[in-house]
Every structure is written in C-alpha cells, then in structure tokens.
C-alpha cells in the first residue's frame, strides 16, 4: 500500500497503474492553481475475491474531508451488512455513514492526520490485497491505519471531548464511486465528480450533475431555507451589515459529504437539508461492447464533454498506446488549461477473463443501464442531453 502528496513533493503530479484477471486500471492526478492538491482518491482492484472498487474524492475548502473518505470508504463499504447481497444499497448507505463520521467527534482527524505523521499517504490510496475483515483471503494483513478505522467505527463515542465538537462547516467532498463485481458495475456519485463508460466508442454517462439549478434540487434547498444567487451556486444567508448580504455558506454543488453549515435544519430530515449526501445509484451490466470506464474530478468535466474524454482515450488505443498510466497523463494535459485540481481513473475491462462473480441482488431504486438497450429512455447517453456540454466548475 503506497500514496502520496503534493504537500511533500516537489512535483504536483502523480501517477500509478495496474491490473488484475479482471481489469486494466491507471490514475493521474495534479494539483491545480490552489495551495494544496484538494482531489484524493482510492484504488482497491481486488476488494474481494470478485470485486473491485474506485472511488474519487474531490474536495472543497480544504482536502480533510476528501483524504478521509479516500481511507474510509471501501472500508466501510465492505463491512455494511449488505455488502454482498445488496450492494447499491450498502454504497447508498455509506454516503450517509461518511456524515455521520464526521458529525459524531473529531476522532476522524486522527485518521487523516495520523499522530507522528503529516498525513501525505492519503491522496492516493493503493490497496493490492483485500480488506483484513475479508474471511476468504488466507493472508490477513493489518496496519495501525485500519485499526483506527475500526476505532472510528466501534468506539467513537467514548472519545472524550474537552470542548464542544464542531463538525466541518465549509468543507466537504464530491465523491464519484465505482464498484466493479463480476459482469456490472455500481456507480454513486453526490456532486461534481462524474463516471463515464464507453460502448464502441459511445458515451454513456453514469453520475448526475447536482447542480442547485435543476428543479428538484431547487424545490429542496428553498424549502430548507437555503437559496440560489445569481451566479448559481447555493448559499446560506447570515443576514446583512451595511447595506451587503453576508454569507453563511456559499457552494457550487447541491450534495456533497461534508459541508455541515448547510444541514443546520433542526426540523428537517438530512435527505431534506440544504445540500444532502444522498447519492445517485447506477447499475450498468458489463457487455463485450463496454470497452472502458474513466472517473474525473472537476478539473476535468470544466472543459471537456463526456463524449470528448472518450474520443480521446479510444483515439490513444488506436493509436497502439497500451500504457493506461500514458492515456491518463495525457488527458490531464489535454484538459489543460484550468485553475482547478484534476485526477483521472480509467479502467479497461478484459473481457476474456472468467466471470466467477456470484449473482447479487440489486436495489429496485437504483438506475438500470444496459448496454445493450433497445429503449433509449434506459440508457443516458452523453451525446444527447445536456450534459453533453462541459460541466460547469465548481466554486
């Protein structure tokens, strides 16, 4: 296991790779024109015995909150009582579980902050083996970060506490995640950060855009008591000091982990705060015409389209480019010039491989995709909707 930090090197790029029986896999990251490199993300290509997981973490005033769920996550993820009969529900329910890590103490620092360290392993989490919870794997391996995983998990509460814990109120993260067992994948995404799959070169957009501009995000943040400025982001008012409005809160994204000046609604419900945690849940079955799949932060989406991000990586196979690590250090260049922070994921299936995955059931809430779809209404492709344009960046 190995990562590092732009706060500790003297380069702002990283880059790894690798692969399994399964899949091919690359990610890159830069930090863009801000002090620290805020993006953090997870790769764990063998979860279990059938199961690989990807997870970006695209943070916002301040990386805290992105290092944490990029430790956290899959960990939890994996010890949800539903792991392996129901997975969309187990990653809907661990969106919630990251707020309520962050709500509960400051116990959570000590994860991204490990004490003696600086906390620079965390922006890129490699993970070659299987969780230590993992029956199945003959190798149990534990570090001191997982035991304080389980510390969180099972003794947060007698932390004890010399002043009155104040979760963060304007930091939080974006977070796009795929898991991949045996012939699907499932993709959560609360924010900005956004998966893509290919099929023969077609884009299939698989995250939402949470934007306060659409209509139910709207609807939700008005009745919270929240409210849409003009450059549309969604901000929480203070009140005014001489003749100007102060704000509380101001963000371009209308969920995100983290964020908590935004969930103050005593009287409401967090699925019905300001800006929620509640993710979006897509199920794509992984047919001989699913080539690849890329996961991008912001940076990426601020000037390219879906459909461009998978122009240009099936233009590089074409060209007998076989180092997915090369791609995707070419497509940040590529994305280039933008002030924001950039990380790409990008995942080649091997299609020859035996499918040894167990049949799970699925959430009857999450969306269907299927690539093979005669109605279009079941498949949302990038090339016409509106997310065909770049996504707009995040403030």
């Not at 392993?121 to 304080?148: E, G, S, V």
């Not at 450059?231 to 963000?251: K, P």
Request: hydrophobic content about 35%; proline content about 5%; charged content about 25%.
């Amino acid at each position: 296991m190995g990562a590092s930090s732009s706060r500790d090197v003297e380069t702002s790029r990283t880059t790894e790779g690798g692969e399994n029986v399964r899949i091919k896999y690359a990610a890159a990251s830069m930090q863009g024109f801000g002090i620290e490199m805020e993006d953090a993300h997870t790769v764990v290509p063998d979860l279990d015995h059938t199961t690989s997981f990807f997870g970006l973490y695209d943070g916002h005033g301040g990386d805290e909150v992105a290092l944490l769920c990029a430790r956290l996550f899959h960990v939890e993820l994996q010890v949800h009582p539903n792991y392996q009969s129901d997975l969309d529900n187990a990653i809907r329910s661990v969106f919630s579980r990251m707020d309520e890590v962050l709500q509960q103490s400051n116990v959570w620092r000590e994860l991204v902050n490990p004490p003696g360290g600086s906390g620079n392993f965390l922006h890129r989490i490699i993970c070659p083996i299987a969780n230590p919870c993992t029956a199945k794997r003959p190798k149990i391996l534990l570090d001191y970060h997982f035991i304080i995983v389980c510390f969180i998990h099972h003794f947060v509460s007698f932390y004890p506490q010399e002043t009155p814990y104040i979760p963060p109120q304007n930091t939080g993260s974006s977070a796009s995640v795929a898991v991949i067992r045996g012939n699907r994948v499932i993709v959560g995404n609360v924010g900005d950060s956004h998966c893509v799959a290919s099929r023969d070169g077609q884009a299939i957009q698989l995250s939402t855009d949470h934007k306060p501009r659409h209509r139910g995000e709207i609807r939700r943040i008005q009745r919270a008591g929240g409210k849409i400025d003009i450059d549309q982001h969604v901000v929480r008012e203070a009140g005014r000091v001489i003749g100007f409005t102060v704000f509380r809160g101001m963000l371009a994204t209308s969920r995100a982990i983290g964020d908590f000046v935004f969930k103050q609604n005593k009287s409401l419900p967090p699925e019905e705060q300001i800006v929620i945690c509640n993710p979006d849940i897509r199920n794509m079955e992984i047919t001989n015409d699913i080539e690849f799949l890329v996961i991008a932060s912001r940076g990426i989406w601020a000037s390219l389209t879906c459909q461009d991000v998978v122009d240009f990586v099936r233009e590089e196979f074409e060209y007998g480019v076989t180092d997915l690590r090369v791609i995707c250090e070419r497509l940040l260049r590529y994305a280039q010039p933008t002030v924001f922070d950039m990380t790409v994921i990008l995942i080649q299936f091997k299609h020859d491989a035996p499918d040894d995955a167990e049949e799970t059931e699925e959430d009857n809430d999450s969306q269907e995709i299927k690539s093979d779809a005669s109605d279009g209404q079941e498949i949302k492709l990038a090339a016409s909707d509106e997310e065909q344009r770049p996504f707009a960046p995040n403030g």
